[in-house]
């Protein structure tokens, strides 16, 4: 469910069918599940769970859901035993891929992630055979209508790294020791964020300016986020608009 390529944003607007809508909540629903099932159900006491919960109501997960899914974590109902595994390979042009997954299958998982590498000219590699060009970090977003002087300021003073600008506003780029305290710290000071997370940032990108290895590597990434099992999907590429609006997706 994330990306770093300038052609993730053109996929993120294009209206979303009521299947692609059902495996996105069954994302954030397992989410929820093993936060709360790791750190407890209490929000207050677990900030794993209470960013879940705070990117599942963005997403349009119905509270009732999210009760429930929690309830889950907690022991409440049968939970599934879902694990946490990290996924490493090449798509077209030389692209390097990191896929996180959550799943109570991973044989199951494999084979449909092995399957879709293969099938979109990629090759699903061993475990750090690319995950060492992406850096681990925190990112805390916020609208465009922030003070961008004043959040530099206070993000500084909360010992974060950077402030980046996009065409949606900002983005805080913490470390993920750091992460926490500097959500919280920027809260306390009175900047409400509207997403928080922690991401694979790229440490090189591969510009693809071919429309054909764009679309096998466009095509490799919307499979893989299409699985039940996958939970965020990110690569190394940048692929210009032009060649993205071209692509056979």
């Known amino acids: ?11 993120n607007k294009k209206a979303k069918t009521d299947g692609q809508k059902a495996v996105v909540f069954q994302k954030y629903s397992r989410e929820l599940i093993v936060a709360a099932r790791l750190g407890g159900p209490d929000p207050a006491g677990n900030f794993r769970l209470r960013t879940a919960i705070e990117k599942a109501k963005a997403a349009g ?13 907690a022991g409440a109902g049968s939970a599934d035993n879902y694990e946490e595994i990290t996924y490493e390979g090449y798509a077209a ?26 099938k979109f000219n990629g090759n699903l590699g061993e475990t750090n055979c690319v995950g060492y060009m992406f850096d681990k970090k925190g990112s805390v977003s916020f609208d465009s209508d922030v003070d961008y002087d004043k959040l530099f300021e206070a993000a500084i003073n909360n010992d ?11 983005r805080v780029i913490t470390t993920v020791e750091n992460f926490q305290s500097v959500v919280e710290g920027l809260e306390k ?10 991401t694979r940032i790229p ?31 990110y690569a190394n590429c940048d692929i210009p608009d032009e060649i993205a609006q071209q692509a056979e997706v």
């Open 1 to 11: 469910m994330s990306g770093h390529s300038k052609w993730a944003n053109i996929k």
């Open 61 to 73: 997960l119905p509270n009732d859901n999210i009760k429930r899914a929690i309830d889950k974590g």
């Open 93 to 118: 042009g030389g692209v390097a891929v990191v896929v996180e997954a959550m799943t109570d299958n991973r044989n199951r998982t494999a084979g449909d992630v092995r399957s879709i590498f293969s």
């Open 160 to 170: 974060a790294e950077d402030v980046e600008e996009d065409e949606d506003g900002y």
């Open 189 to 198: 000071e009175g900047f409400k964020s509207s997403n928080a997370e922690l």
């Open 203 to 233: 440490t090189n990108t591969i510009e693809i300016n071919d429309v054909k290895t764009a679309t096998l590597v466009m095509r490799l990434i919307d499979r893989l986020e299409e699985l039940d099992d996958v939970q965020n999907v």
